[in-house]
């Protein structure tokens, strides 16, 4: 069963900030988001960061990588111009401090554990581990969502942070979806709307499973895939698709 809200603001501000960053997150609030997903992964001392791509070129210029890079040196990188020269002075930000942005503005969070090739266990042991510890020290805290396309990263967050429920990232149909749907003691799955039948929704929620969808950009899209027993989606266009939409 999904318990979650319905539409959730990918990568924090979708296409209307720079992704995964506080200003992301900001911009999502200021469009009325509570809900979001972002993306985190280990820099080269084990901290977890927000950041999609394990190379930089893309939203962080030059080359390197996300897990080469000392966490103090990343929480300096331009993570903004990118995106728009206004938002130079916006950097890579540690999950630690989205975290709690997010606490203190009752955003729930979706957080996609996405580990640099060959860190899966480590990065689910980190950031299931740390979550549970920020948890535990915040007042009224909202229990995120892990989610993965790793299965070992998954297993090693359900190891370490049992009570914070998980769901299963598929990027196609894959047949077996239901064995690690129950190995993980996973409360959803997510995939992408374009895999997505009507037939396969059906299999998910019958079996009890909460069902998101990314990336939904397109309201009519929305409608569609709701009526076959899509729980929420995940969108880009915050602007489009309102959050109670
Ligand atoms: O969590 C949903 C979605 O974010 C997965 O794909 O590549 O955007 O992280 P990606
Ligand atoms: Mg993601």
Known sequence: MWTYPKVVAHRGGGRLAPEN???????????GFRAVEFDVMLSKDG?????HDPEFGRTVAG??????TLAQSLTQMDAGSWF?????DVH???YEAVFH???????????EIKPVPGFEQET????????????????????????????????????SAPDIARAYLLEDYDPDFLNA???????????????????????????GYGLMCYTVNDIDRAKEIRAWGVDAICTDRIDLIPFQA
């Open 21 to 31: 960053t506080l200003a992301a997150m900001q911009c999502g609030l200021d469009y």
């Open 47 to 51: 901290i977890p960061v927000l950041m």
């Open 63 to 68: 080359s390197g990588s996300v897990s080469n």
């Open 84 to 88: 728009d020269p206004r938002f130079s």
């Open 92 to 94: 890579v930000p540690t």
């Open 101 to 111: 942005f997010c606490q203190a503005h009752g955003i729930w969070m979706n957080v």
């Open 124 to 159: 689910g042991t980190v950031v299931a581990r740390l979550t549970s510890e920020w948890m535990s020290k915040t007042e009224h805290a909202i229990t995120p969502l892990f989610s993965s396309f790793s299965l070992d990263a998954l297993m090693c967050a359900k190891q």
């Open 181 to 207: 749907l129950q190995k993980l003691d996973a409360v959803a799955l997510h995939t992408d709307h374009k895999k997505l039948t009507p037939e396969w929704a059906s299999a998910i929620k019958q079996a």
